[in-house]
């Protein structure tokens, strides 16, 4: 069974740092591209990161770019997202996705979902 589990949400005060884990179970995550989604409250999902498969090659959103980083740790079979930098309109839930073509900010192509770690940047 295809499972991601997303860890380290939490509450952080503004210029703070995050780690975010994706853990992945069933299949070799190098095997999948791994993007990052979040969704702010009232908000429509956005793509954040995503990691290709394969050759690893990285893309970001513009609002993260040189603030977030994706990696992948391929004998943990786990993805990252390190957040430094936080600011309030980070806040959001943010959920990993794989998917076994390309790396896309388009959500409608992941095939799997976790199931969200909420993310609350605040003084």
């Known amino acids: 069974q295809l499972q991601l589990v997303e860890s380290g949400g939490g509450l952080v005060q503004p210029g703070g740092s995050l780690r975010l884990s994706c853990i992945v179970s069933?299949?070799?995550?190098?095997?999948?591209?791994i993007a990052w989604f979040r969704q702010a409250p009232g908000k429509e999902r956005e793509g954040v990161s995503c990691?290709?498969?394969?050759?690893?090659?990285?893309a970001y959103a513009e609002s993260v770019e040189d603030r977030f980083t994706i990696a992948r740790h391929n004998t943990k079979n786990t993805v990252y997202l390190q957040m430094n930098s936080l600011k309030p309109e980070d806040t959001a839930i943010y959920y990993c996705?794989?998917?076994?073509?390309?790396?896309?900010?388009?959500?409608?192509?992941?095939?799997?979902w976790g199931q969200g770690t909420r993310v609350t940047v605040s003084s």
């Open positions: 996705a794989a998917n076994s073509g390309t790396c896309e900010f388009d959500g409608s192509i992941y095939d799997y």
């Open positions: 069933g299949f070799s995550s190098w095997e999948y591209s």
């Open positions: 990691i290709s498969k394969g050759d690893s090659r990285t």
